[in-house]
């Protein structure tokens, strides 16, 4: 079993920046793949970006790739979402995940465990 719990959103104005983080329970977690996804109204849930249980593997997705940035403190149980250049099309509630795997993946299904979700809200 794996509690995760995300915080770090806000308003934000379009050009500014947030860090996410989510912070996981467990001994485990240096060896799980995890991935942060968002949600904004009347949409699907959309992936964002994962990484590696070491950290040396990320992948994003296209609409954040250059703006935002993952990485991971294993000593810490926690991921990060560095989201800089924010867009008003960046609004949604995000959410981090994690899945039995050293390695991530783009597919929600893919993950056994979700946070509540932050809100990021950014205005133009």
């Known amino acids: 079993q794996v509690q995760l719990v995300e915080s770090g959103g806000g308003l934000v104005q379009a050009g500014g920046s947030l860090r996410l983080s989510c912070a996981a329970s467990?001994?485990?977690?240096?060896?799980?793949?995890m991935g942060w996804f968002r949600q904004a109204p009347g949409k699907e849930r959309e992936f964002v970006a994962t990484?590696?249980?070491?950290?040396?593997?990320?992948y994003y997705a296209d609409s954040v790739k250059g703006r935002f940035t993952i990485s991971r403190d294993n000593a810490k149980n926690t991921v990060y979402l560095q989201m800089n250049s924010l867009k008003p099309e960046d609004t949604a509630v995000y959410y981090c995940?994690?899945?039995?795997?050293?390695?991530?993946?783009?597919?929600?299904?893919?993950?056994?465990?979700w946070g509540q979700g932050t809100q990021v809200t950014v205005s133009s």
């Open positions: 995940a994690v899945r039995h795997s050293l390695i991530g993946t783009s597919l929600p299904d893919h993950y056994g465990y």
């Open positions: 467990g001994r485990t977690f240096s060896s799980l793949g």
């Open positions: 990484i590696s249980a070491t950290g040396g593997t990320t």
